[in-house]
């Protein structure tokens, strides 16, 4: 059997990972000649974490991820704690802890993993084709590869996903911007072991550790989409959009290095049940393409790779068969994934201010036990309990 995995980000390098585990062969094309992450780091939920282990890369991952042992909310004026509290629940009830990690290394562990060299860079699929035995990808310099089915691991913008459905999607603007980045650890920001989130009019600045003694910010600001991107002003509107933000949060915006913060306007696609046609399965992205407010998109792929895997290994029934079962175990767990992170984003963002305003007071009573038991509840919803 040859699997042909179009895409080379966290979702494909997984599944071809996994693939290759069983013995499958596999050969991987991605469009670009070299992989430049749009965000500047992810947090790996220990649903996610448990596919990596699976996946042979426990001891990888550890060297990447972050050490976040708690969690914290903080009002935006004064940065006074509306509510702080140990991870420690969430690990025991899980049995694995959550690890946030740089992309470029994330990315990097991936292809070390599966074998950098067995990537093929620069392979951009125009288009595909199907018959009742094989499917074939067509590239952008005029050649193709043929093989017995097609991840189509090919993200958000993903071009197979409407030969598998049939129609155009629609990506969907969330309402906001999102920047990212490294930033040094600086203790005066926020402890070097949580989680910290100044939340208030509907923004949020957010930082989480990193090896290497960094923090992973992002700042979510809601926008109308469309304005200019400009790094040149990056500070300036930061500054901006932050006034009258706690000292901590004016800090941080000193501290960031505007030529390495990414800019994203946040979008998802309305999810839809059907996640493969014949021999072509869409995976990660193509398949599920989520807001990131509850930190699920890369999980989500993660737990596709492992999922349609198994169904490969253990069905003795066809390709066909084994594909139709892998969408039967995904397509509700993911579309829960996307709509959970719809919700949480519209609280968040102040799509109704009131609901945010009572979200904000909620947070002074929370005693960690409401967020942990959601967080748990997601996270156990994944394949590998
Ligand atoms: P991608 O990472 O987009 O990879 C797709 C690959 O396919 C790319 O390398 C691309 O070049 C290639 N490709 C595209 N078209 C073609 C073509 N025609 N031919 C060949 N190759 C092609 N998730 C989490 O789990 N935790 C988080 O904390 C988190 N935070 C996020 C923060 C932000 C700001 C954003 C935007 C997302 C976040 N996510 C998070 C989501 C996560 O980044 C995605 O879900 C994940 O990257 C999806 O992986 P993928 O492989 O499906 O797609």
Known sequence: MKAIVIGG?????CAAIALKRFG????????????????AAISIWPNGVKCLNYLGMKDALRQLGGN??????????????MTRFSMDPLIQSVGEQPYPVARAELQSMLLDTYGRDQ?????????????????TAWFDDGTSATGDLLIAADGTHSIIRQHVLGYATERRYAGYV???????????????????????????VSLMPVSGNRFYFFFDV??????????TTVRDDLQGYFAGWAEPV??????????????????????FMQLVKGRIALLGDSGHSTTPDIGQGGCAAMEDAVVLA???????????????????????????????ARKRCDVTHGKEMAVTEQWYEDLKTETGERILSGMCETILGGPLE
């Open 68 to 81: 976040m042992r708690f969690m914290a909310y903080k009002e935006y004026q004064q940065g006074q704690t």
């Open 250 to 271: 004016q800090k941080l915006i000193s501290q960031i290095d505007p030529q390495t913060t990414n800019r994203v306007e946040i979008h998802d696609i309305e999810p």
């Open 119 to 135: 990537v093929q860079f620069g392979k951009r699929v125009t288009h595909v084709e199907d018959s009742a035995d094989s499917v």
């Open 178 to 204: 999102n920047w990212n980045g490294l930033v040094e650890i600086d203790e005066s920001i926020a402890p070097a072991d949580q989680w910290t989130t100044f939340v208030g009019e509907g923004k949020r």
């Open 24 to 39: 499958i062969e596999t050969a991987v094309y991605e469009a670009v000649k070299e992989i430049k992450p749009v965000g």
């Open 310 to 340: 198994n169904m490969l290994q253990t069905n003795s029934l066809g390709i066909e068969d084994a594909l139709l079962r892998y969408q039967e175990k995904r397509a509700y767990r993911v579309k829960d994934l996307v709509l959970k």
């Open 9 to 13: 980000g966290i979702g494909g390098t």
């Open 222 to 231: 809601p926008l109308p989409k469309g304005l200019p991107q400009d790094r």
